[in-house]
């Protein structure tokens, strides 16, 4: 499978703790965003990387929020100190660097924080 | 507030009737339009995209539209069928913010058999 793969899928988590996502880019793909989804919305950028360097970070990433791309191959998406606003579908996509082009999705993680 | 605006929450069309999908932007910026489909619990889907430099794009039973004057694109698809049945994001970018996309809130489609 060559597409775009998130982990886990799915998860529930107490208020309070740490959760770590990752999310595996298609493999020719140098630039990844990370989204975030809540219901009735349409997905809203949180950051993206090109190759292993984050260049932008949208306000909605709050400190407890860090994302991380070491070697410029897979993310992963830490949230510390989760509250239950922070429960949503976190969504990864990457795309070649190139002007005019479409991104592709992975399957999402569903965080719900109890 | 909002750049890209999909006015209509929810459209319900019969089987082999056309359904089009409006999509309103505001920021003269964006360059590019992408169209993308989500069932529930999974992650959108691309369907089709325009460059700001045409004014149509076309793949199978599925065509884009854009007004750049209007600031205006709609999707077409024709004939629709119940598997169509789906939320549709448009989405819109600019190189400049990096490809990020900014997208509406959505429309669910659904197709009657």
């Known amino acids: 499978d060559t597409g775009v793969s998130q982990n886990p899928r799915h998860k529930i988590t107490k208020r309070g703790q740490n959760v770590t996502f990752r999310c595996d880019p298609i493999s020719e793909h140098n630039r990844l965003y990370w989204y975030r989804q809540t219901l009735g919305q349409g997905p809203e950028f949180l950051t993206y990387f090109q190759n292993e360097a984050q260049l932008e970070k949208s306000r909605l990433l709050s400190d407890r929020f860090s994302a991380e791309r070491p070697k410029g191959s897979f993310s992963t998406l830490e949230i510390q100190r989760t509250e239950q606003g922070d429960s949503a579908m976190y969504l990864c996509?990457?795309?070649?660097?190139?002007?005019?082009?479409?991104?592709?999705f992975g399957q999402g993680t569903r965080l719900t924080v109890v | 507030d909002q750049q890209v605006k999909q006015n209509s929450p929810s459209l319900s069309v019969q089987e082999g009737r056309i359904s089009i999908l409006n999509c309103d932007y505001t920021n003269s910026m964006f360059d590019y339009f992408l169209w993308y489909k989500k069932y529930p619990a999974e992650g959108p889907t691309f369907l089709i995209s325009?460059?700001?430099?045409?004014d149509k794009n076309e793949d199978g039973r599925f065509t884009v539209f854009l007004n750049k004057s209007a600031k205006h694109l709609s999707l077409h698809i024709v004939p629709s069928q119940p598997g169509d049945s789906a939320v549709y994001f448009c989405?819109?970018?600019?190189?400049?913010?990096?490809?990020?996309?900014?997208f509406g809130a959505g429309t669910i489609l659904r197709v009657k058999s």
């Open positions: 989405a819109a970018s600019a190189e400049e913010y990096g490809n990020k996309l900014v």
């Open positions: 996509a990457s795309s070649r660097e190139w002007t005019n082009t479409e991104a592709f």
């Open positions: 325009i460059s700001s430099i045409k």
